[in-house]
């Protein structure tokens, strides 16, 4: 149940406008790169922020050709057709029909099974289901082995051979830092726990089931991030979805950005607030947003809302695009508003020191009022974390769902994310952490830098090591991650309805783990897969300067 009046003690006092308004970063030219420019550099198609940023931000969306969205539009509806067909001939029993139907003696009831909806599965993602769901044998780190599997009713089904595929270059899992291991401190660490605690809890948080091992995790949790006080929970979807209704409500207001994760999507419409969606990364929609709900307040009453909720990500896993984090915060304080950051894919992999978006932009965490992450990607765990102030952590460990009735963290897993943060934080006595966050960097700008030399759109941000490769047309989406498998490596492809119809993808996940071989063997791949299946769309290339001596900076734009 929602209580307000705490609630808004939680979020704490309301921040005073500093008198600072987000800049506008103006429109996208072409579509292609939006950012920020280093002092007295000339950039094409660069927006300036004002004074905002204190590093380069750039980012690339470039524009999908014409001939290839037309393209794809024939392809879906060549295959919408096919699946119309299908369908009738399933319905006459001309072809065998696979998927759940209502039995005949039940036509006259309510259907459980809703044909249409289901149509997409049965015609289209059938055919390249074999792309998704692949088991694994091994740790998901650098390298995995895979179980081989067969369909012999086109992918209805699947046959599992009895072969492992050995070594297959793992450019999927989010192991951002490299701790998903087998051995080493973090393994080492782990087993021990889990012969002196054992593998369960067994109860809730506030019953039987708060372990030394907790508390020295938030505490360590909080020194981390920089604020006052954390709380872990034991799965990061549900720390999303089950604090967001304990923070706001009724006659509250929450301002989304329409590329947040299902997560948070999830936690708005439980919560019972009302919801209005901004532009991706837009903050002129969002402004606009905000000045509405301040002039017109609550719908019919006019009432002033009780609190302005702002939802964003730190690096979106979709798009591999940063938010701009300096100007929400502008925005935020200018307008009175709370800020409820998501860095699940941030946290480790950015910032000098893995910190985060926060540390990334050089900002205050104290800027954030609710900072949530996980411990699944850069951390090689489970679970989630809520961080900012003690008031805050308070109220949520008495009134969030996860707090009161998930049961704790695994005593192993915790002491898994104790021991890899404090390799992060150098609290180990190693440079170990702060090598890994680096060679990330490292292999993020190298990966990017080659795939988009090859002639590859690719979108997000260059430093994200989020790696979006655009496929477009829905044949190609199963022929890549086919290929990719032929030639040892393991990719996600990504199509609708997870991202736009004309927007299907190949998702790279980049590491720490991965050596420059390693990567180098990849894009040598991708180049031939590329050329395979005419996927280098793009019509701007980065190439170098030739005339001055090499390095990753030393990149224009060119045109063809």
């Known amino acids: 149940m929602e209580r307000p009046d705490r609630a808004a003690a939680a979020l704490g006092a309301q921040p005073r406008a500093n008198g600072c308004s987000g800049a506008a970063h103006g429109a996208l030219r072409n579509g292609y790169v939006r950012g920020l420019p280093a002092p007295d550099t000339q950039i094409n198609h660069i927006v300036h922020n004002g004074g905002l940023y204190k590093r380069p931000f750039n980012e690339a969306f470039e524009e999908t050709p014409m001939l290839v969205a037309v393209l794809t539009y024939v392809g879906y509806g060549v295959l919408t057709l096919f699946g119309y067909l299908r369908d009738f001939m399933r319905q006459w029993k001309i072809e065998k029909c696979h998927n759940a139907t209502e039995r005949e003696e039940q036509k006259d009831f309510v259907p459980l099974y809703q044909d249409f909806e289901n149509f997409y599965t049965r015609n289209l993602y059938m055919r390249i289901r074999d792309s998704w769901n692949r088991p694994i044998c091994s740790v998901p780190g650098a390298k995995v082995d895979m179980m081989e599997r067969v369909s012999h009713d086109y992918n209805w089904t699947f046959t599992y051979t009895g072969r492992v595929i050995k070594d297959v270059i793992n450019m999927s899992s989010y192991n951002y830092l490299g701790f998903a291991q087998k051995a080493g401190t973090c393994q080492e660490a782990a087993a021990k726990v889990l012969s002196q605690y054992g593998a369960g809890v067994c109860s809730t948080r506030q019953e039987m089931g708060n372990l030394d091992k907790h508390e020295e995790l938030e505490k360590l949790v909080a020194r981390f991030l920089g604020v006052e006080s954390a709380m872990a929970y034991g799965m990061g979807f549900a720390t999303n979805s089950m604090n967001i209704p304990a923070l706001v409500g009724k006659g509250c207001l929450i301002l989304s950005d329409e590329l947040n994760h299902a997560s948070l999507v999830l936690g708005a419409r439980l919560s019972g607030a009302t919801i209005r969606i901004f532009k991706h990364n837009n903050m002129q929609s969002l402004e606009k947003l905000l000045k509405d709900a301040i002039v017109h307040g609550q719908p019919r009453t006019r009432r002033p809302w009780k609190k302005i909720l702002i939802l964003v990500e730190g690096v979106y896993s979709m798009e591999g695009s940063i938010v701009r984090l300096p100007e929400v915060i502008a925005l935020k304080k200018k307008y009175k508003s709370y800020l409820y950051l998501d860095e699940a894919h941030s946290i480790g992999a950015l910032g000098p020191s893995g910190r985060g978006v926060v540390e990334y932009f050089g900002l205050s965490p104290e800027d954030v009022d609710v900072m949530m992450g996980t411990f699944t990607k850069s951390f090689g765990a489970a679970g989630g974390y809520i961080g900012g102030k003690k008031e805050l952590i308070d109220y949520l460990r008495t009134y969030s769902h996860s707090a009161v009735y998930a049961t704790s963290l695994s005593p192993p897993v915790v002491e898994q994310i104790i021991t890899s943060m404090k390799c992060v934080m150098g609290e180990d006595g190693t440079t170990v952490g ?46 890549f991650g086919r290929e990719m ?49 005419q996927l280098k769309y793009s019509r701007h290339r980065l190439v170098p300067l030739l005339d001055r001596p090499f390095d990753e900076t030393t990149y224009e734009e060119t045109e063809d």
Request: hydrophobic share 45%.
């Open 434 to 479: 702060k090598a890994r966050v680096q060679q990330l960097a490292e292999n993020t700008r190298y990966f990017r830098r080659r795939l988009k030399e090859m002639g590859f759109i690719i979108y997000g941000n260059e430093e994200s090591p989020v790696v979006p490769l655009m496929l477009y047309m829905p044949a190609k989406i199963g022929a």
């Open 485 to 533: 498998l032929k030639r040892n490596i393991g990719v996600v492809v990504v199509g609708f309805p997870a991202t736009p119809i004309i927007e299907s993808r190949a998702r790279f996940c980049l590491s720490a783990a991965h050596t420059r071989e390693m990567l180098d063997t990849v894009l040598k791949e991708i180049n031939e897969v590329g050329d395979l299946l």
